[in-house]
């Protein structure tokens, strides 16, 4: 197995054009795409108050409260309390999405994939886990080799095998059919990750996030 590390003190901040808070990527697909062109993207939200969600037409989206008191999600109409930490809510990107804090500022994490392009599969994890090579989810095309994301959510943790340490918010992308294990000491968030080309195997977590007036993600 390949171990790429991606160290959150080395994540630059993207503030939103209105205000209501910032987004650090963690990492993406392919390289250089921007927000209308990206196979998965996966990052870490600060959330600073509510107001509606920019569409993404044809993505999905899973969100994890991190840190703070919660919000409620109304998803067309429909309204989804998203309070209890490391729970994972899934959602299409493509409904009217409105979000009304409970409370105060929050962290959240975010994963998006294309529909077509990637699938994503979120797991939240404590203690000591194996990490098999996650097999790839069936989509039309043949799908490229499997990605395996693990970020740190709270506490560390260490990938035995490759003899990594990661810190809170830290990251690791992880390819190749070698089993692993991971000791978490805290909660982990471990992200599966499969598509249909090499995009997946080549992500990106240094490419300028562009935004849009009202955006909140």
């Known amino acids: 197995m390949t171990v790429r590390v991606l160290r959150a003190e080395g994540r630059a901040a993207t503030p939103w054009k209105n205000g209501g808070g910032l987004t650090r990527e963690i990492a993406a697909a392919p390289e250089g795409a921007d927000m209308a062109d990206f196979a998965w993207r996966v990052s870490l939200a600060d959330v600073a108050r509510g107001g509606p ?104 943790a260490v990938l035995e095998g490759a003899g990594t340490r990661l810190g809170r918010l830290d990251a690791a992308l992880c390819t190749g059919a070698r089993d692993e294990v991971l000791e978490v000491e805290g909660v982990a968030a471990l992200v599966a990750l499969s598509g249909t080309t090499a995009e997946v195997q080549e992500p990106s977590r240094c490419y300028q996030v562009r935004t849009e007036p009202g955006e909140l993600r």
Request: hydrophobic share 45%.
């Open 53 to 156: 969600f920019s569409r993404f037409e044809g993505v999905d989206r899973v969100i994890t409260l991190v840190e703070g008191p919660g919000m409620v999600l109304t998803v067309d109409g429909s309204p989804h309390p998203v309070a209890e930490p490391y729970a994972p809510f899934a959602f299409p990107g493509d409904a009217d999405t409105d979000c009304r804090l409970l409370g105060g500022p929050l962290v959240d994490f975010n994963v998006m994939t294309r529909r077509g392009r990637a699938t994503a599969r979120v797991e939240i994890v404590r203690g000591r886990v194996a990490l098999p090579a996650p097999l790839p989810a069936p989509l039309p095309a043949p799908p490229a080799a499997p990605v395996l994301l693990v970020v740190v959510l709270e506490g560390s």
